[in-house]
């Protein structure tokens, strides 16, 4: 329960545009607002992507890692409802999933390959693509390279 609380807190604090919507792993939805001084990690996956299942913890573990940065996912089939709360369960997915596809927010098309991972930076800018997998390290890798300095 401290975990959604800390999830649904991280998601208040941004700002900037406004309007999306975001799913909880217990079915609450948020308002999501993209915005300055966060880093955003956003994952596609779907329940029938293998390694998508298989990262899903790393996403999970870097979410807890860091404040300055903020993980959300996209469920490639777009799934809404109690499909999706049911899928983010089944795959102990925590954190929030968007219930819209925001690539074009950043002029990048939708994935074709999954699972895919886009880093952005907290002036909105696309950073980096990352197609397949990831572990814990490569993700922070990833973000050392991209800029990401932490909190």
């Known amino acids: 329960m401290q975990k959604l609380f800390l999830v649904a807190g991280l998601l208040w ?4 545009c406004s309007g999306e919507q975001a799913v909880l792993t ?3 939805k948020v308002t999501v607002q993209f ?4 880093w955003l990690v956003v994952n596609y ?4 992507c293998a390694p998508c299942r298989e990262e899903i913890p790393q996403f999970n573990a870097l979410a807890k890692q860091s404040s300055a940065l903020t993980v959300l996912g996209v469920n490639y089939d777009g799934e809404q409802g109690e499909r999706l709360q049911a899928q983010m369960q089944q795959l ?3 954190f929030a999933v968007l219930l819209q596809d925001p690539a074009q927010r950043w002029g990048v098309a939708r994935p074709q390959v999954l699972p895919t991972t ?5 002036q909105g800018t696309l950073q980096a693509t ?5 572990t814990l390290e490569s993700l922070q890798a990833a973000l050392a390279q991209a800029g990401f300095t932490g909190d």
């Open 13 to 16: 604090l941004l700002s900037g």
């Open 26 to 28: 217990n079915g609450d």
């Open 35 to 38: 915005a300055d001084s966060q």
């Open 45 to 48: 996956w779907a329940i029938w």
């Open 92 to 94: 102990k997915v925590g």
């Open 118 to 122: 886009l880093l952005i930076d907290p």
């Open 130 to 134: 990352l197609v397949g997998p990831q």
